[in-house]
Every structure is written in C-alpha cells, then in structure tokens.
C-alpha cells in the first residue's frame, strides 16, 4: 500500500499524524507515518514555529499487530525558533503521545513491557517476549521497571525486608511495626 494518508482502526495514532505508507513481510510490517500539524512549539521558549528547517526519519518500535513486529518510521520536522532570545536556534517537533524523545519504542510498547516484567521476572520476560512478537533484553526490562514509580508502602516493606535480611533491627513505627515484627520473628526462629 502506499500513500494512504489516513489512520487505522489497527494502529491508533495521536491526532495529526497519519500514515504514508504500508509494507508487510513475515515476520514485520513496516509502517511509515508522518506529522501533518502546521506548526511546532519550542522546547525552551514554548514559542510556536511554523518555519520548517528540514525533515529526518526516525525508527521506532511499536506494539505487535497480528503476530507480526511493527516498525514506525516516523518522518519528524526540525523547525527554526524564530525568538531572537531563544538559546535554541532548530528543534525537533516533539510527539510525547506517540514516542519520548531519544526513545526507540513508542509509550504503548514501553507500557506493555513494563506491565510484562512486574508480573514476571526479567529472565522470564526475555524469554516470553519474542512469542508475543516483542523484543527485548533482561537488562533493557529492568531499566525500565526502575522508571515505575513504586509505592511507598511497597517501598517502605522493600527497605526494611533488606535491613532484616542484613541482620539489622529498626525501628519499627506506623504501620510498618507488623511487618517488621512478623518478619523478625521468621527470620529469629530459625
């Protein structure tokens, strides 16, 4: 397929982006798309630009459709800041709904991956994730699970789970005290 310039049920994307184009082999399916808003806003001044410097392609990973890997290659435009006090004479336009700036995987992946590793292991998760027609490395999930913000409750248990196993008494206040205590008296018994 090409120039298709529309979006699609199977491949939902933010507003003002559309696709271009479709390849489709086995194993991936490539899909070109690109920005169509007129204008972009500065990252440092926040001033909107509508003066276009050039284009670039970017590559990115996306969810699986149909068992196969969905590569994005996103067409991005560098703009001129046209604020004579902006340190920043060309920026890139930024699609936060879409992909994180320097990211080689779009937020649904990333999101996907995250929730794959919290409900198992890394290893585990390397293992699986080429079944499900993703690819990721152990130290790749957990770099990411290190970005997910972890309750303080979990957080508080974690800390104090590390003192007991280290052979350190705390003190315990709140709501913490069971946890500590009960964790001291299975760890004291044996």
């Known amino acids: 397929m090409n120039n298709v310039e529309t979006s699609s049920p199977f491949l939902p994307l933010p507003d003002g982006i559309v696709i271009s184009s479709v390849r489709g082999a086995t194993t991936e399916l490539v899909v070109h ?11 440092v001044c926040q001033q909107p630009s509508e003066r ?21 290659r996103l067409s991005v435009r560098k703009f001129v800041c046209g604020t004579p006090a902006c ?32 409900a198992t292991s890394a290893e585990v998760s390397e293992r699986l994730a080429p079944q499900l027609s993703m690819l990721v490395s152990a130290p790749t999930l957990l770099r990411r699970l290190r970005t997910v913000a972890c309750p303080p409750a979990i957080r508080r248990y974690a800390s104090l789970a590390w003192m007991i196993g280290r052979g350190k008494r705390a003190r315990p206040t709140g709501r913490s005290s069971w946890i500590l205590r009960s964790a001291a008296d299975r760890t004291s018994c044996c």
């Open 33 to 43: 798309i690109a920005c169509r808003l007129p204008c972009a806003a500065c990252p």
């Open 52 to 72: 276009v410097h050039g284009t670039y392609v970017r590559t990115v990973a996306d969810l699986p459709c149909g068992g196969r890997r969905v590569i994005l």
């Open 87 to 118: 340190p920043r004479q060309i920026f890139t336009e930024r699609l936060p709904d879409l992909v994180q700036s320097y990211a080689r995987m779009t937020n649904r992946l990333r999101d996907a991956l995250v929730a794959l590793g919290l």
